[in-house]
Nanobody, 122 residues
Framework: QVRLVESGGGLVQSGGSLRLSCAAS????????MGWFRQPPGKEREFVAT????????YYADSVKGRFTISRDNAKNTVDLQMNSLKPEDTAVYYC???????????????WGQGTQVTVSS
């Protein structure tokens, strides 16, 4: 059983930056592709970014491309999401997820964190 714990959320002004971190335990971290998803208020959970097991490949949603960067440290069992140029529409609960075959859909991921709130004020 893999446990994922997110941290780093908070309140930030439009144009600001935040760095989310997800710490994994209970499994072999390097076996999993990792993803970040978010759920805006009143909306469905949506894909944000994914990174391959080695970290050599990344993919982003169009809405965050060029502003967000996903990275991982397999020695520390962590995956981060650096978020720059934040906009009010980035306000959401952000979730970290782990899957053997990562992708852009929720069903590709077996393990999920509890989420961390990000609020961007205008």
């Amino acid at each position: 059983q893999v446990r994922l714990v997110e941290s780093g959320g908070g309140l930030v002004q439009s144009g600001g930056s935040l760095r989310l971190s997800c710490a994994a335990s209970g499994g072999t971290f390097s076996r999993f592709g990792m993803g970040w998803f978010r759920q805006p208020p009143g909306k469905e959970r949506e894909f944000v970014a994914t990174i391959s097991r080695s970290g050599s490949s990344t993919y982003y949603a169009d809405s965050v491309k060029g502003r967000f960067t996903i990275s991982r440290d397999n020695a520390k069992n962590t995956v981060d999401l650096q978020m720059n140029s934040l906009k009010p529409e980035d306000t959401a609960v952000y979730y970290c997820a782990a899957g053997v075959v990562p992708g852009t859909t929720l069903v590709a991921y077996k393990y999920w964190g509890q989420g961390t709130q990000v609020t961007v004020s205008s």
